[in-house]
């Protein structure tokens, strides 16, 4: 199985899930994580990232990490400081349509967003709420883009277009997409050569949905037009999404083992959790399993079943850990 890996972690495009798969490998197998210095959730984002940013590392003795995964603005150069040569870098997309009306809810109190009262008076007029210059200003237009490190506010040229995706396909081995998490899951579990048990997992950092909006056609159009550059990522990834599939796994395959791990997780779902799914907030009795929250979403947890065996006790708890805690618990152990 493949140990050194970067997960470049798309905010919210169910990347604390793939965290959390990142983070039980790494547990298990007794790996290094590059944490931030001074052990916070973000490595100095939305700066892009450095080196030096990491804790541990020091120029003269370079040390190298076998997991980065904390969220951060990409800029290759300087991860190849802290991880393998032979690291496999992959990251995660989300429509963004979805993905602005997330960022919304979530973000509703940074600069762009907190004087708007909806997202369809946000996109009525944009540069009303929009400065591009503000600190938190990149939540509020092309996300995904901001974070591989380009320039949220750039033309949309076909040229510009072509270079950015170019750049991405040099860097990274793989992007998933998680409206198609569980493929997702099967083709990052191919690549790194682990089982299929690594990659298993529950939602994480999900919200409750009333306070999810269905969006009118006018509202998903001027979406894709707000964040273009987003869009033009999005559609070439899942594009190639496919063809990926198709050439080295087939979509028999592709059935068989999405089936497998359903089964799988909803097994675990059994033996692990009260009432088979994820709560409110106020209705998780282990503070510890409870997830930050944040902005105007509700952020659902679990709760587990009393009276398991240690072993599996920690094995469920391992799954059901929200990022900010598994992480630094992690830290602590690490250092």
């Not at 007794?30 to 931030?36: D, E, R, S, V």
């Not at 032979?86 to 997330?102: D, G, K, T, W």
């Not at 591009?132 to 092309?142: E, K, M, Q, T, V």
């Not at 040229?157 to 270079?163: A, K």
Request: proline share 4%; charged share 25%.
């Amino acid at each position: 199985p493949k140990t050194d890996i970067v997960f470049l972690k798309v905010h919210k495009s169910a990347s604390s899930t793939v965290m959390n798969v990142l983070f039980r490998f790494g547990e298990t197998h007794n790996l290094t994580f590059a944490f931030p210095i001074g052990g916070g959730n973000q490595l100095f984002y939305p700066h892009h990232f450095l080196a030096r940013f990491v804790k541990g590392f020091s120029p003269r003795s370079p040390r190298r990490f076998n997991i980065l995964c904390h969220h951060m603005r990409f800029l290759q150069p300087e991860v190849q400081k802290v991880v393998s040569s032979s690291a496999i870098y992959f990251s995660i997309l989300r429509n963004p349509v979805q993905l602005m009306e997330s960022s919304f809810m979530y973000y509703k109190g940074t600069s762009a967003f907190s004087r708007a009262r909806s997202l369809e008076e946000f996109l009525s007029q944009p540069y009303h709420y929009y400065n591009p210059a503000d600190s938190n200003s990149h939540y509020a237009r092309n996300l995904m883009t901001f974070d591989f490190g380009f320039n949220p506010d750039g033309e949309v040229s076909d040229e510009r277009v072509q270079l950015m995706l170019k750049a991405i396909e040099a860097s990274f081995d793989l992007l998933l997409i998680s409206e198609y998490f569980d493929e997702s899951m099967v083709l990052l579990k191919e690549m790194l050569c682990w089982d299929l048990d690594n990659v298993v997992s529950f939602p994480l950092n999900i919200r409750d949905s009333s306070t999810k909006s269905p969006l009118s056609d006018t509202i998903v159009e001027k979406i894709k037009d707000w964040n273009r550059l987003d869009w033009e990522i999005y559609t070439h990834f899942n594009r190639t999404f496919w063809e990926r599939i198709d050439r080295d796994i087939g979509r028999d395959r592709m059935q068989r083992e999405v089936k497998a791990l359903r089964e799988r997780q909803a097994k675990l779902a059994r033996t692990c959790l009260q009432g088979m799914g994820s709560v409110a907030p106020k209705d998780i009795k282990d503070s510890s399993l409870r997830p930050l929250q944040h902005g105007n979403a509700k952020i659902l947890g679990y709760n587990l079943k009393q009276g398991l065996d240690k072993e599996t006790e920690r094995m469920c708890r391992r799954l059901v850990t929200p990022e900010l805690q598994y992480s630094s618990a992690l830290y602590k152990k690490q250092f």
